[in-house]
Each structure stands twice: as C-alpha cells, then as structure tokens.
C-alpha cells in the first residue's frame, strides 16, 4: 500500500433545495463583492439565475457569462482575471457544470498573481493563494465540485491542460441533483463516461488495494445501472442523486488513497482530441478507453504484461461478469455502445488528418512514458487510429 497525504477541504452540501436553504448563509462568510461565472443561458431558463440573484440581493454582483465547454483561457480566465483585479472580488460564485468551475478555479489563482496568467494555469509560476470559490454544480461529471484541479484549453496553441493548486479547492459546493433532470441526454450519458473513465483511471495502475478496487468496481456499477434509469426516467430523484454523488468523488483521489499512479493515460489523450477539434470530453473518453484497453493488452510483455491481464480480469469479472480481458473490453464498449454514446472518432467528426500532429503533442506534453503502461508517440498514434 503506498504512503499517501489526504486532505479535502471542501464542504459539501448536497440534496433537494440545499440552495434556497443555505446559500445566503454560506455567501455571508466571504465578503460583499461576488463574481458570478456561469456558461450559457441554461441557468437563465431554469430559473436558478433569478434565484441566485434573489438570494444574493444584499451583494454587489459582477458576472462573468458565456463560458464554454472546454472552458477556453481566452477570452474567459482573462476576462475573469480582469475583472477580479479591477473590482477588487471578495468571492466567485460558480453556477453551471465543471467547465465553468474549472474556468473559475484559473481565475482564482491568476488573479492573485502578478504573473503572466497562463503561466499560473501551467504551473511554471506556482499558486500562493486564491480568490474563495463556491460553486453550485448543475452537471454530474467532472467532480470539480470536490477537487483542487481543473482543465483549460487555450485554442491557439491547441493545447488542453489541466491546472492543480491545493489553493482551489471550492470552499463549499452545493449539489442539488434535481438541477440535472432536464439536462439533454448528450449531456447526461457524457457525464457518466467522465465519471467511469476517472474511475478507470485509478483502477488501472500498479500497486492497489482490496478495498480501493471494491469501491470502484461498485462504483461503476451504479453508474451503469442508474444512467439507464434516467434514460427512461429523467426526474427519478434517487437515481440522478447516485450518479451526482458517484462523479462528485470522482477526482478528488478518494477512490484510490493508497494505490499507485496510473498516469491518466486516456484523457492525456483525449484531451488532444478536445484541444483540437473540441469535441466533448466524455464522449472522446469513451471512444479512447477500450482502444487503450485493447492496446495495452496486447502490447505489453513480462510482469508488465501480467498486470494489465490481472487488472482488466478483475474489472471484467467484478464490474460486468465475465471471464476473459477480451471480453471486459468488449463489454465497456458495447455498454457505451448500447446508451447511445459514439464510438467512433469519424462519428463525432474527426478523420485522420491530424492523428499524428495529436499523438506528438501528446507525447511531448503529457509524459505518458513515465505512465503505469508506458506509451510513446508511435503507441499514441496507433490508439488514435484505433479509434477511427
């Protein structure tokens, strides 16, 4: 079991009506002047914008609109970073799914800084303190809600990282699972891919414990079997709450304290397709995933190779009942396959053109050599191509 320092220090509010119950409360403790960041006008037609401006009446509210999927460092965090600087922000109120918290976490740290702000996204100038950030997440997915991370593209140089800072970490999340019944399906099925794949990220790896591996498995399996309840029943209350409290644990390291690193090869790759095409993350993930499965499977050797044949048994065995790590592999897929995910690259409108100016980027910026299977530029492209 490996050594390993722990601390979330986040609050979690989860539940019906939490927001109308405890958000003026919660906003109180932070100061007069909040900037409010949300995406599009989704917020705005369910109400919950009015709400919040309701709420928060007593406030001097700045807004930060039209983040995007694949939140976009610019114009957005620079735009953030701006306007936190020159209205002098106590707060960040995040309102939306994780991209727009992701985005809301980069302008936490960079303004607070005097440095170039995409050199505090890309970690060469270190995050000292931050803007507090309180989130209210309408989107079961990233897990934002519950760690210190976040990823950020920046469009002209194709390049999608992710952004960590034990600074970031929301001071308190509210998690209200009936924001998520009238989500479009696109939106929900993706979700839960994140969420799988993060698990999947922490289950695939070296050393690994016994109770890791059973929190994980189950995991899946809820996930599994609660996004199909909400595909015939979008309001079903119980099962939305599952899958919001499954993806909330999701990236925050619960799931594996003791186990060594993967690496996080799937969405080191996936975040080449995202970077370059901007497609949307949870669909390219489960395109990626059983591609890399399959490719690790067969392109290992030694004791590495009797590793990835335990792991992908106990995944097979434990998430879908089978006995083989072909058919775990088969079965990922097909589950994807059979909620209506894409499964193709061509599908959601990437060709080959690009596939090896994305491996290269991959391998010279994601480190993937140093991963639990180790991955090279060639083994990248192969993946890619895979997936087409």
């Known amino acids: 079991m490996v050594n390993f320092d722990y601390q979330t220090p986040t609050r979690l509010i ?20 909040v900037l409010l960041t949300y995406g599009g006008g989704s917020i705005k037609r369910s109400g919950l914008y009015q709400q919040v401006k309701d709420l928060l009446a007593d406030k001097q509210i700045f807004e ?6 694949n939140p976009k460092f610019n114009p957005s965090v620079l735009d953030g970073v701006r306007i936190c600087k020159e209205q002098h922000i106590d707060v960040i109120l995040a309102v939306g799914g994780g991209s727009v918290l992701d985005c809301t ?7 607070c800084s005097d440095a170039d702000p995409w050199d505090v996204v890309t970690m060469k100038v270190p995050t000292l303190k931050a803007i507090p950030i309180v989130d209210i997440i309408t989107l079961a997915a990233t897990g934002s809600e519950y760690d210190s991370g976040g990823v950020i593209s920046r469009t002209e140089s194709n ?37 799988i794949n993060h698990i999947m990220e922490q289950y695939f790896c070296g050393e ?3 109770m890791n591996d059973a929190f994980m498995e189950g995991a899946i399996k809820s996930l599994m079997k609660n996004v199909r309840t909400v595909l015939e029943h979008p309001d079903d209350y119980e099962a939305r709450a599952e899958i919001f409290y499954a993806t909330t644990l999701g990236c925050n390291g619960i799931y594996s304290l003791g186990n060594s690193e993967s690496g996080w ?13 901007d497609i949307t993350h949870g669909e390219g993930l489960a395109i990626v995933t059983p591609r890399w499965m399959n490719h690790i499977l067969h392109h290992t050797e030694g004791e590495l190779h ?25 079965a990922i897929h097909h589950f994807y396959q059979e909620v209506g995910i894409p499964m193709t ?44």
């Open 306 to 330: 009797g590793q990835v044949v335990e792991r992908l048994l106990s995944f097979g065995r434990h998430v879908f009942g089978v006995d083989s790590p072909e058919e775990a592999i088969q």
């Open 14 to 33: 989860f539940g019906k009506e939490v927001v109308a119950e405890k958000l003026q409360r919660v906003m109180a403790q932070f100061g007069k002047r």
């Open 64 to 69: 930060l609109p039209g983040i995007e999927p």
């Open 208 to 210: 690994h414990i016994m």
């Open 159 to 195: 390049d999608k990282l992710a952004y960590f800072s034990k600074h970031v970490f929301p001071a308190v999340s509210f998690i209200d699972p009936t924001y998520t019944f009238t989500l479009p399906v696109k939106q929900t099925l993706a979700g839960v891919a994140d969420c």
């Open 265 to 277: 090869p799937m969405h080191a790759i996936e975040h080449a397709l995202s970077g370059h095409y």
């Open 105 to 111: 976490k980069a302008i936490a740290g960079a303004a």
């Open 345 to 388: 690259l061509r599908e959601v409108g990437i060709d080959g053109s690009r596939i090896d100016e994305m491996a290269h980027h991959v391998a010279v910026n994601e480190g993937l050599d140093q991963a639990w299977v180790p991955l090279h530029e060639e083994d990248i492209a192969a993946i890619l191509r895979n997936c087409l």
